[in-house]
């Protein structure tokens, strides 16, 4: 019996989360997805460094966090397994961690069993749901059986936001726009003690490269919205930024020789972590 029996993976259409594992040297990625990441790539030759440098910032972010007390964590747009995963990081520091991971993409449901093996002494869940409806994503059954959310949480939104775009029509730089709400409704129901973790694609240091790669990422049926600082700032409002605050993905905390050296134009992106009073 295949991996993928029962599941329809829609081989035929580029998928983000895909084109993602081939931009990290996976193999779980179909012709489609390859010709999409090619023309991504000829438009923005460094996005393989980007992909790296953000893999990079969510083991250091979560160590972190794990390091500083922190013992449950929810993924949300995990995407396609790539060791070592989120639940790796944390349990290696605390093998009684419990971590949930997030996502509507068939084929990272496929791949689900990898993602729940973890250490004997934590837990492990995947819940199938879409990060469009927060509310039914934090009702899911096994997000409930698994953590407490009256006890701190690790939310991690790790290159997905720029996944969800503002609504036809909404003012530039005024409103309550989607994503924010979307954040938003996540942040109210996490305990004091919780921790948000933001990395995001921005036009800021690239702008026609960024608009080039857009483009194809929409015409691919994804689409994809750049965020300046000041719009993904607006997603940590009311938590207490963590130092170094909202700057360039490879900025985050260098770890030094286990970090792939990425200039912030390569990154392309921000990161941050935030912490609810």
Known sequence: MSLYDGVDLRLNVPHSARMYDYYLGGFTNFAADREAAGQALAALPWLRSAARANRAFVHRSTRALAEAGLDQFLDIGTGIPTSPNLHEIAQAVNPRARIVYVDNDPIVLSHARALLTGAPGGRTAYVEADLADPAALLAAPSLRGTLDLSRPVALSLNAVLHFIPDGAGAPDGAGTRRAHAIVEHLKAALAPGSALVISHVTADFAPEEIARVTGIYHSAGTPLQART?????????????????????????????DDTVVTDIEASGYAAVAVKP
């Open 229 to 257: 600082h000041h719009e993904i700032t607006r997603f940590l409002a009311g938590w207490t930024v963590l130092a170094p605050g909202l700057v360039p993905v490879p900025r985050w905390r260098p770890a030094g020789s």
